[in-house]
């Protein structure tokens, strides 16, 4: 079974552009979660989908949003880039959500300059 | 303070040692997570616990939800060990159709460098 993948891999913007990030979860996986990863911060929650549907949401500027479609693929985008948004990218997915066994992409590396 | 603190934040090791890492907690968790991430950025989830002890060959991972505590043990540290281990705490929240929802928030990370 294909594992989550994530495109594009490496990405590069300027500041005031906006990104689409693309999250393939594994087959028959219907929870996405989205993460962002900093030196500084490490870790952080973005946002949960299930069918379709925001579950939950961490504390991130509305710049921050995404969406599922009904093949459960998922995208984040993100709007008025800033500096502070270079970061590691990485969705998850699972069957029913945070609550059981999350299988990682390998992450879309965000530069902004 | 962060919900979720890690110690320590580097480890460097010999091959062959036994190793801990810890992880504590201070809010109310429903289970927690132990992630491997390697150099590159791949996260792999080793163990997610609830209560008692999980072990996966030399992996060892055990959580006290009285004292907010979780240790992961390494038996027999290899240098195919090396990685950052981050611990993550499932948070339930309410939701007001009446049931729950969960995030995940996570540590800073532990740095484990096992040498030959």
């Known amino acids: 079974k294909a594992g989550v993948t994530q495109t594009p891999r490496y990405l590069i913007k300027t500041r005031g552009q906006q990104v689409t990030l693309s999250c393939s979860p594994i087959?028959?996986?219907?929870?996405v979660s989205w993460y962002q990863q900093t030196p500084g911060q490490g870790l952080q929650f973005l946002f949960e989908y299930f069918s379709e549907t925001q579950r939950n949401k961490g504390n991130f500027p509305g710049r921050f949003s995404g969406r599922q479609f009904s093949n459960s693929r998922s995208e984040m985008n993100v709007s008025t880039l800033e500096l502070g948004d270079s970061a590691l990218y990485l969705c998850a997915s699972s069957w029913t959500g945070v609550g059981e066994t999350q299988y990682f992409g390998p992450g879309t590396r965000l530069l902004v300059l | 303070k962060n919900e979720v603190e890690q110690s320590p934040q580097n480890l460097t090791a010999q091959e062959g040692e036994f190793i801990t890492i810890n992880c504590s907690y201070s809010v109310g968790i429903s289970a927690l997570h132990w992630l491997q991430q390697h150099p590159g950025g791949g996260i792999v989830s080793l163990f997610m616990l609830s209560s008692g002890k999980k072990k996966h060959g030399r992996l060892i991972a055990t959580i006290n939800i009285q004292e907010k505590h979780s240790s992961l043990h390494i038996t027999a540290s290899h240098p195919r060990d090396s990685a950052v281990y981050i611990c993550a705490v499932r948070i339930a929240k309410l939701i007001s159709s009446g049931g729950s929802n969960y995030k995940l928030t996570f540590g800073k990370g532990t740095l484990l460098t096992v040498n030959p």
């Open positions: 087959s028959g996986h219907r929870s």
